[in-house]
Structures are given as structure tokens and as C-alpha cells.
């Protein structure tokens, strides 16, 4: 968007590419390009329509950005260019056909002389008739822009009341807010100290009668005064009422139907405070950049909230003036997609909430203790501890692999409730307990190594070991694949089962590939350590619940 005052000061390319070529898309016009250029003879931008025989009629712009008067020397290149534009032919760009020019516009963005106008006609003379010729000043072209592109003259309306706000008063400009409710006018200063010197003074005498209504529109005058908050009141209850020259200007004289609207303006600065819960049991939770702006304040009290920030906690908070918080409110939301991150953090709150605890505002800026309150019992029911150990297990996993993971919103399957309980032992021990019955490897039989091998073999029949080498192991889990890292080496012990027929072999001389079969020597258990998962790395996965 741009003001006609911006248009005004565009330079001739901006003028042609900002400007005209939409504003003749915008009226229909067709094939619109800048033709500017050396072989432009000149037109400086073309197109066309159909006329009403379905005949098509070129329009050529000659686009100037300066003054032009009739003295100028742009009065003598607009009439070369204008005789150009009819006498030399262009060739179009989409058909590549020869085109005749018709129309002509001259286009500026600066006033133009009437004397120019004349002179620049009275040069072309009977070379182009005079009709097909029209000249479109700054004024002409706002009005073109106002009937084809409305939306685009919406900040020149924007800037007009810019001014008429700016200018109203000497101390004082309007600013004007603009939201689904309506439109909210805010009176500020000028300067530093415009209020010392010219005050807006208010003068107002209540009276409340001694019936239900009265009453409960007295008490609300009250709480506005004590906590800002917003409240209404009739006309009827309004004794008198005086205000100043200036405001007088922006607000009528109240009717009876009328009323008078109390509430605080929003601070626009945030406060920067950290969230302090902890719990009689040493629990503790941490929010540590919470946005706060004040809402509303009173004489007694101020009100907090952070429901701009992009968090998913929403924390509405009164504080005394003593220190002490009179209201606190958290909120989760719940119509967005959490991970298992979010997730975790949400349970971690919702079990400090649950139990008896302090909590405490602190000021980044300062260090300084903002609030506090006291819950002697829970606010909140606990979460469910095996539910916060599974989800602190996938936030683990989450953070080890780098991908995000969310809880699908459906009962989970037998199977992922397998892979849950081994992500929790993972995450509590760094360890899978697990078996293993059968395995097989191949080796390579040559001439040179069988006796060797023979010896060997017959060694592992009863008092073999299985080396057991994994580089890494995935899991599948919620239609996705997961790193879970790196397997500690280890050795189990075991014995070849098909020695009997492995020896036959070799004692025939065999040569080849062999393939031996193995089983434990004992019952199969033995234990795997994932080296990325091990608490000496981590440390003790207990804290990590908190």
C-alpha cells in the first residue's frame, strides 16, 4: 500500500513497476509490460484491450517523475516521445506480431502545468489527433487508483487520520486501536511532562441508590478502584460529571441512555518473572522465562497474565501490594499437538500442584521477589507415577534421537506397550534384561586351516562363547524408527550344538562354507547396555522426573 505523498516521491522506475502496471492489470488491460529500454521509441509501457467491435487497441504510457511545466525541458521529450509512440510500430512479446499503437498516455506523478499541456499539444499538432492523447497528472492518477485499486488508497485514509490525530492538540495525539471489538481511542502524551502542563482533569460525583442494582453497581465502583477491574456505570448513577476543554473535544456530552466505562490500560512493557513451585517434599517445578503483562491495577492490587506469550502454560496472577498473591490461575491448552516434551512438563506441574507447596514470582531484572503464595494442600490430582515414568522415558528418547514424538490420540497397542516398559527400564537402569536360545555364523574351510579349526571346534562343543557386537539397535514405535544408540560389547556363554555333524565333515576333508549352530549353556538370560542410556552419562534418573 501507498499514499498519494508516496507516490509523489517515487522515482520513475518505481512509478512504472509499483504503480502503473498494476493499476492497468487492475483495469483490464492486457499483455501490460514495461517496453522502457533503448528501442523503447518512446513508450514506456504498453498494453491493450478489445473495444467494444472486439477490435484490439493498443495503449502506450509515456511515464515522467518530474515537474513539467511549460518552459521545462521535459515538455519537449514528452512531445518527441508521444510522436514516437504512434509512428513506430511494436512488436508484442506473447504473439510476436507487429502492433500499431492507438491511445497515449502522458503519466505523471507531479502536477502538470496547463500551459504545458497546451504547449505539448499545440507541438504535436495535426501529426496525432488530439483525442487519442491523454494527460494524467498526480491528482488524475489518484483518482484512477481509488476506483480500481481501493484497497491500495486505504493507508492515504490511514495517513489523513494519522495527521488529524497528531494535530488535534498541542500536548496531546490520539492513538486509535483497531481489533474484532471495534475501534479504541487512547489519549497520550505529546512529549514528556505535556500532562504537568496542561492536566486532563475528570470530575465526577456518584450516586447510588440503596436498592439491589445500585448497590451491586456501587461494589463494582469499588473493586474497580481496589483492582482495576473493568466495570460500567449508567448515566443514572452519574450525579455530575466534568472534564477537560480537551477532552471534551473527543468525548460528547453524555446522554441518558449513556454510561461511563472504567478499566486499566495494558502495560505495554512485559514483565520478565520466573515461576518458582516448590513442594513440602523438595519437589519443585520451574518456569523460567514467563512474559508477563499487567491487565489491569488497582490501589490494592495488580493483575499478571501471559496468555500473549507462545507457551503452552497460561498463568493469570493477582498480587497484593504487600507482596502476598491473592489469585493465581494457571491453564493448559489443549487444542494444539503436544510432544512428549510438553507432555512431561505439564505432569511434572500437575504433581507439584497436587501436593502442598510455595510458589514465587522473581523479577529477571532486578532478582527481586515479586509475589508469593502458600497452598497447604494439593490443587490438583496427582498424575499417575508409571504413566510420568513412561513419558519421561520417550522425552528421554526424544532428546537421545533428535526426533519429535507424539502420543498418538488413540489406546495404545499391546506392542507399544512392550516398548514402553523397555524404554523404562532403559531410562531407569540404562539395561535390558532379555534371553536368547538359538544362533548361527558361518566360517570359511580351506586346507590349510581345517586342523586348526577341528581343534578349536572341539573345544566349543561344551565350554564355547558367543561374542555378542552391536553397533546400534532401532525401535519402531508409533509408526516411527528410533535410535536407541550403541550396545555395549559382551560375551555369553555357549556351546555348539551341531558339533557331531560339523566334525564328520571335517574329518572328510570338507573345504567351504560351514554353518555352525549355537545354544546357551545355561538358561539364556543375560543383560544388554546401552552405552547412550547408561546412568553414569545421564545421571540418576530420578532427578530427570523432576
Known sequence: MFTKQQIQAMHEEDLRNKVLVPLLWAMKYEGVHEYHGTNEFGKDIICWKLDELNNRECLALVVKAVQISGQSKASADIENQVRQCFSKPYVDKTTGLSEEID???????????????????SGIGRAVYSKNVRFVDIDALWKLIEEYMPFQT???????????????????????????????????????GA???????????????????????????????????????????????????????????????????????PHPKPFLMRCEIVCDD?????????????????????????????????????????????????????????????????????????????????????????????????????PDEDTLEAVAALDALQQKSGQLIVLPERELTGEEHQD????????????????????????????????????????????????????????????EEYDLGTIKPLSLPAKLTNWL????????????????????RDNGSFTKEYLEWLPEKDGDPASKLG
Not at 103 to 119: E, H
Not at 508 to 518: A, P, V, W, Y
Request: charged share 25%; aromatic share 10%.
Open 154 to 192: 486505504t493507508l492515504q485514509k490511514l495517513e489523513e487520520v494519522r495527521h488529524d490525530y497528531e494535530t488535534w492538540d498541542t500536548h496531546y495525539r490520539l492513538q486509535a486501536q483497531i481489533d474484532a471489538n471495534g475501534i479504541h481511542h487512547t489519549i497520550v502524551e505529546k512529549f514528556p
Open 103 to 121: 491511445r497515449c498516455w502522458v503519466v505523471s506523478n507531479k502536477r502538470m502545468a496547463p500551459s504545458a499541456v497546451d504547449l505539448i499539444k
Open 420 to 479: 514402553l516398559n523397555l524404554l523404562r527400564s532403559l531410562y531407569r537402569t540404562g539395561s535390558v534384561d532379555t534371553t536368547w536360545k538359538t544362533c548361527t555364523m558361518s566360517i570359511l574351510v580351506t586346507d590349510e586351516d581345517r586342523d586348526e579349526l577341528t581343534q578349536t571346534l572341539s573345544q566349543t562343543e561344551e565350554h564355547g562363547m558367543v561374542y555378542l557386537q552391536q553397533e546400534f539397535e532401532k525401535l519402531s514405535l508409533f509408526g
Open 501 to 520: 555333524e560339523v566334525k564328520a565333515l571335517l574329518d572328510q576333508g570338507f573345504c567351504g562354507s560351514l554353518q555352525l549352530e549355537f545354544a546357551p
Open 282 to 382: 523438595g519437589d519443585q517445578f520451574l518456569l523460567e522465562h514467563v512474559h508477563f503483562l499487567c491487565t489491569q491495577v488497582g490501589r490494592k492490587e495488580a493483575t499478571f497474565t501471559n496468555a500473549t506469550q507462545p507457551i503452552a502454560v497460561k498463568i493469570q496472577l493477582a498480587i497484593h501490594f504487600d507482596g502476598t498473591v491473592s489469585r493465581f490461575h494457571i491453564n493448559l491448552e489443549h487444542d494444539v499437538s503436544w510432544n512428549v516434551h510438553q507432555v512431561l512438563r505439564k505432569m511434572q506441574l500437575g504433581r507439584c500442584l497436587s501436593k502442598p507447596h510455595t510458589i514465587r514470582f522473581i523479577n529477571l531484572e532486578t532478582g527481586f521477589m515479586v509475589g508469593s503464595g502458600r497452598s497447604e494442600v494439593g490443587m490438583c490430582e496427582a
Open 195 to 265: 500532562a504537568q502542563e496542561k492536566p486532563l482533569e475528570i470530575r465526577s460525583i456518584f450516586e447510588f441508590p440503596d436498592t439491589e442494582d445500585g448497590r451491586r453497581h456501587k461494589e463494582a465502583l469499588e473493586r474497580f478502584f481496589e483492582t482495576g477491574a473493568p466495570t460500567q456505570i449508567p448515566a443514572a448513577y452519574i450525579k455530575s460529571l466534568e472534564y477537560s476543554e480537551v477532552l471534551q473535544r473527543v468525548y460528547p456530552t453524555m446522554t441518558e441512555k449513556g454510561f461511563l466505562q472504567f478499566g486499566s490500560i
